[in-house]
């Protein structure tokens, strides 16, 4: 099993900053990729949207709506992953959940709140 705590979400200011942080615990010796999903407030069950992910070896993916505005990184001796967002938008209010992959596995953080206000 894994454990994911994250941590770094709030309320922000149109234009401003956030970093997140999802630290992992437990059976971690064989993460891959790590990364960030939000869910937007709305109908239930609206679907999550993969903000950024990063592979072990460091190679980056993101969403088209963050792209140029977020930064995922990661430290694999402290199994985070973290994220980054500059220049944020009301569009960006969202929760925030981090994952990983361990094996064939998907682990989910709690979730962390995001609001921007404009």
């Known amino acids: 099993q894994v454990q994911l705590v994250e941590s770094g979400g709030g309320l922000v200011q149109a234009g401003g900053s956030l970093r997140l942080s999802c630290a992992a615990s437990?059976?971690?010796?064989?993460?891959?990729?790590m990364g960030w999903y939000r869910q937007a407030p709305g109908a239930p069950g609206k679907q999550r949207e993969l903000v950024a992910s990063i592979g072990y070896g460091g190679s980056t993916n993101y969403a088209d709506s963050v792209k140029g505005r977020a930064i995922i990184s990661r430290d694999n001796a402290k199994n985070t992953v973290y994220l980054q967002m500059n220049s944020l938008k009301p569009e960006d209010t969202a929760v925030y959940y981090c994952?990983?992959?361990?094996?064939?596995?998907?682990?989910w953080g709690q979730g962390t709140q995001v609001t921007v206000s404009s």
């Open positions: 437990g059976n971690t010796f064989s993460i891959s990729s």
């Open positions: 994952y990983v992959v361990v094996s064939s596995d998907t682990y």
